[in-house]
């Protein structure tokens, strides 16, 4: 009965760097978004994965964010060259359909030096 | 913000008050989820209310959704210092059923 699992829970990293962000939804969940929320702000959306569907990739920031999904289940949140400003904590959910409610981890919390 | 917003921003309760907080959206929305957040970790569920429906309860909460005015409102009743968390309101909106937050309500109920 595991829930949606996300890794490394903190990451520091040097100005410059890549980094990558791991997230395992719930077996079964066709929905996987990615959010961003900074210190004490509401949760910005990044990306949102929908069954087969292209993904809707709206609300990356910039080109150095990418993310995809590996058969249906474990997603990746890539930021290629990080800055200052890319420290946040980073959020995945699932949901089990389109329109219900969902299932968030604990979240991968990003510093950048 | 593009999706609405929630207000107010902070509210400060004794126990034992209520407590109500408001979301806007502007689009057509399918359905409403409010979400609590404890310092910072992931959010956990409370409830969902379909497009359809104008209120929902569920233990000490209740939701109303007016759709001609493009809100909804969480209130809490008999509030405790257990209750101290963000509450957010995701917008469930379009034909993908994309959903969106706001910025949220910080709420702090004191003894």
């Known amino acids: 009965g595991a829930g949606v699992s996300q890794s490394p829970s903190n990451k520091v990293t040097e100005k410059g760097k890549d980094v990558e962000l791991r997230c395992d939804p719930i077996s079964g969940h066709t929905a996987l978004y990615w959010y961003r929320q900074s210190l004490g702000q509401g949760l910005e959306f990044l990306i949102y994965f929908q069954g087969n569907s292209a993904p809707d990739k709206s609300g990356l920031p910039s080109d150095r964010f990418s993310a995809e999904r590996t058969g249906g289940s474990v997603s990746t949140l890539t930021i290629q060259r990080t800055q200052q400003e890319d420290s946040a904590v980073y959020l995945c959910?699932?949901?089990?359909?389109?329109?219900?409610?969902?299932?968030f981890g604990e979240g991968s919390r990003l510093t950048v030096l | 913000s593009q999706q609405g917003e929630e207000d107010p921003q902070a509210l400060s309760i004794q126990e034992g008050e209520n407590a109500t907080m408001n979301c806007s959206y502007k689009t057509s929305i399918n359905n409403l989820q409010w979400y609590r957040q404890n310092s910072g970790r992931g959010l956990v569920h409370l409830i969902l209310i379909r497009s359809n429906e104008r209120e929902k309860h569920s233990g000490r909460l209740r939701v109303t959704l007016d759709t001609s005015k493009k809100s909804s409102s969480l209130l809490i009743t008999a509030s405790r210092a257990a209750d101290t968390a963000s509450y957010f309101c995701g917008r469930n909106t379009g034909t993908a059923s994309k959903l969106t937050f706001g910025t949220g309500t910080r709420l702090q109920v004191t003894l």
């Open positions: 959910a699932s949901s089990p359909t389109l329109t219900g409610e969902l299932f």
